[in-house]
């Protein structure tokens, strides 16, 4: 209760301090940007950027002028750039300040990421999306939400501000989250609502994956909104280029595959695992699936026991390693993480230094199979203690395979 009451009194705090001071100074300072600027918002535990990007895509496909503010940084027409902080919601001095250049660009759109902890601090204030679309409501930030329901309510809160709120009816959390909003407000669509049977296709052939045609379903029911049509929808899926650490796939002349991904929760964990057991399935010959992830320090505890019971069951191998540790001892976060792991025991290994992690899966990788290093994605940094120190998974990656290339090409040469 006392945890709950703490969490409650500090919103009026963030008024003061985000809102007022720095976010309707900000406002007036740049001339009350987005009300110059129409805004689709997306939100959500899992795929919000990459449903922001292809939404982004779809826009400019279109010939639509539009700017885009997500994690992995910001667009200005063609050009990208910096928000300035290591966040997906930046502070009002940094999206106020970006608004006004999209303007002076001659942009007319903004795809926006928004999260709750956005809105609980109030660096959304004065936002008023067009559309809101949400992905998927699942257990994270429980941390800083103390419970589900507050979680909730502040996406309510952000459902609050748009005209339009759109979500899947299949998405999870969906029941919950609709419970909290007048009907009238809220669009939703079934699972096999794509419009166009070529629209349909086009968003299978592109996306293997479920969780990603779940992603691409909610960017073209929100981009229908401000009038693409099915044709245009087409085109801009088709040409998608995809997103830094979503699922990208690192090039190797090896015999097996290596997959980055953001996956950083449970049910991100499960569902990037869940499409890759699916690629092995379809594949002549038989593989196993190795994942290296971890859980990051100073977040929801409450989640690791589920990362680690979703990654012992759905992989053949799980390499339990560093992921953003800060302060925190990484042993602790490794200890309960395999409290969610009552079987397969004999499939995790624990290795604290995430280039030894993997390394080890890359030299335990045989023929046919995939290995999938998930948590960092497109991140640039590692947070230990209180350093972030250089890091890229597709580098440390990239140096592990050339060394193994280089042994299978001296191998196959003494054979001959």
């Known amino acids: 209760m006392l945890k709950l009451w703490l969490y409650r009194i500090k919103r009026p705090y963030h008024l003061i301090k985000t809102g007022l001071l720095a976010g309707l100074v900000s406002q007036f300072k740049y001339n009350f940007p987005f009300r110059q600027l129409t805004v689709l918002a997306v939100t959500g535990t899992d795929g919000k950027t990459t449903t922001c990007n292809l939404l982004y895509h779809l826009l400019t496909t ?5 700017g885009l503010i997500s994690t992995i940084g910001g667009r200005i027409g063609q050009k990208v750039t910096a928000t300035g902080l290591h966040e997906t ?4 001095k940094v999206t106020m300040a970006f608004a006004k250049q999209l303007l002076d660009a001659g942009m007319t759109h903004l795809v926006l990421e928004v999260t709750s902890h956005g809105f609980y601090q109030y660096r959304t204030w004065g936002i008023k999306p067009l559309v809101l679309g949400i992905t998927n409501l699942t257990h994270e930030h429980l941390d800083y939400h103390i419970n589900m329901t507050e979680y909730l309510k502040a996406k309510a809160g952000l459902a609050d501000e748009a005209q339009t709120v759109i979500m899947g009816q299949a998405a999870i959390g969906f029941s919950q989250f609709a419970s909290l909003l007048p009907p009238k407000k809220l669009l939703e669509f079934g699972p096999t609502q794509y419009g166009s049977a070529e629209l349909a296709q086009a968003i299978k052939d592109r996306f293997s994956e479920k969780y990603n045609q779940a992603n691409a379903q909610l960017a073209i029911q929100m981009a229908r909104q401000i009038g693409l049509t099915d044709g245009i929808m087409v085109k801009g899926i088709s040409t998608f280029p995809g997103v830094e650490g979503r699922i990208e796939e690192i090039e ?7 997959i980055v991904d953001f996956a950083h929760t449970a049910n991100g964990i499960k569902s990037i695992l869940s499409a890759l057991r699916q690629d092995l399935l379809k594949q002549r010959r038989a593989g196993r699936l190795i994942a290296v992830y971890g859980a990051t320090g100073l977040r929801d505890r409450t989640k690791r026991p589920r ?18 540790t800060r ?3 990484i042993w602790s976060i490794i200890r309960q993480m395999k409290e969610g792991m009552t079987h397969h025991h004999d499939r995790v290994v624990s290795i604290a230094d ?9 030299y335990q990788a045989q023929a046919g199979d995939i290995v999938a290093v998930l948590g960092q994605g497109h991140e640039k940094s590692l947070c230990i203690g209180t350093v972030d120190y250089p890091w890229s998974d597709q580098e440390e990656i990239r140096k ?10 001296l191998r196959n040469k003494q054979r001959v």
């Not at 279109?62 to 539009?66: C, D, E, L, V």
């Not at 919601?89 to 009002?92: D, L, T, V």
């Not at 990362?307 to 953003?324: N, R």
């Not at 995430?354 to 890359?362: K, S, T, V």
């Open 307 to 324: 990362m680690g019971q979703v990654g012992s069951e759905l992989a053949d191998l799980v390499i339990l390693t560093a992921d953003d």
């Open 89 to 92: 919601s930046p502070s009002p």
């Open 327 to 329: 302060t925190e001892n």
């Open 252 to 258: 190797t002349n090896l015999p097996f595959r290596v």
């Open 354 to 362: 995430r280039g030894q992690a993997i390394a080890y899966a890359l």
């Open 400 to 409: 592990v395979l050339t060394k193994l290339e280089n042994r299978f090409a």
């Open 62 to 66: 279109a010939s639509i002028k539009t």
